[in-house]
T-cell receptor, first 112, second 111 residues
Framework: DTAVSQTPKYLVTQMGNDKSIKCEQN?????MYWYKQDSKKFLKIMFS???????INETVPNRFSPKSPDKAHLNLHINSLELGDSAVYFC???????????FGQGTRLTVV | GDSVTQMEGPVTLSEEAFLTINCTYT??????LFWYVQYPGEGLQLLLK?????DKGSNKGFEATYRKETTSFHLEKGSVQVSDSAVYFC??????????FGTGTRLKVLA
């Protein structure tokens, strides 16, 4: 059983397109996250949701819009994709009580 | 703001060598501290954690001790294996919902 699953694993698209990445967790966690990992492996938080409410938005461009239909899902929609959006995007979840976060396998986004 | 600093890589060791990867954190509050490992093409996996000063986290032969006096959480392993080759991330939890990661240290173990 996959704890945090995200789809697709790979996404290649042209500049200007709109795309979505889906994430689901079956751990019963209340908090979910999106992280961006650049080509140098640097991980930066983008968003954090707790009980479907946005609690962290780390100055991410408005082109990125997260949506949490329920506590088990946090999707990421990206409008007007740019070359600089190419990265690996990780979804994660946690109990939100100071415990560790669990990560998905990542979505490698390549914008051409 | 809060941050985590870990040693630059890559670190290249021979099999059975001793490993240390240094990690220090900004001393804001008493954060939970973590080490994560990322194998090629995979997501991050929790390696070990410590939630208060003097706690020692351990897993798969790896250890790290939460040192409040030096704001450090160095990762150690007595005898590395080729299968330990990966990128290792030190992280701290800021508040309840924000995990801050170091820049990652790539470890390469040669047979």
């Amino acid at each position: 059983d996959t704890a945090v699953s995200q789809t697709p694993k790979y996404l290649v698209t042209q500049m200007g397109n709109d795309k979505s990445i889906k994430c689901e967790q079956n751990l019963g966690h209340d908090t979910m996250y999106w992280y961006k990992q650049d080509s140098k492996k640097f991980l930066k938080i983008m968003f954090s949701y707790n009980n479907k409410e946005l609690i962290i938005n780390e100055t991410v461009p408005n082109r990125f819009s997260p949506k949490s239909p329920d506590k088990a899902h946090l999707n990421l929609h990206i409008n007007s994709l740019e070359l600089g959006d190419s990265a690996v995007y990780f979804c994660a979840s946690s109990r939100g009580t100071g415990a560790e976060a669990f990560f998905g396998q990542g979505t490698r986004l390549t914008v051409v | 703001g809060d941050s985590v600093t870990q040693m630059e890589g890559p670190v290249t060791l021979s099999e059975e060598a001793f490993l240390t990867i240094n990690c220090t954190y900004t001393a804001t509050g008493y954060p939970s501290l973590f080490w994560y490992v990322q194998y090629p093409g995979e997501g991050l996996q929790l390696l070990l954690k410590a939630t208060k000063a003097d706690d020692k986290g351990s897993n798969k032969g790896f250890e790290a001790t939460y040192r409040k006096e030096t704001t450090s959480f160095h990762l150690e392993k007595g005898s590395v294996q080729v299968s330990d080759s990966a990128v290792y991330f030190c992280a701290r939890l800021t508040g309840t919902y924000k995990y801050i990661f170091g820049t990652g240290t790539r470890l390469k173990v040669l047979a």
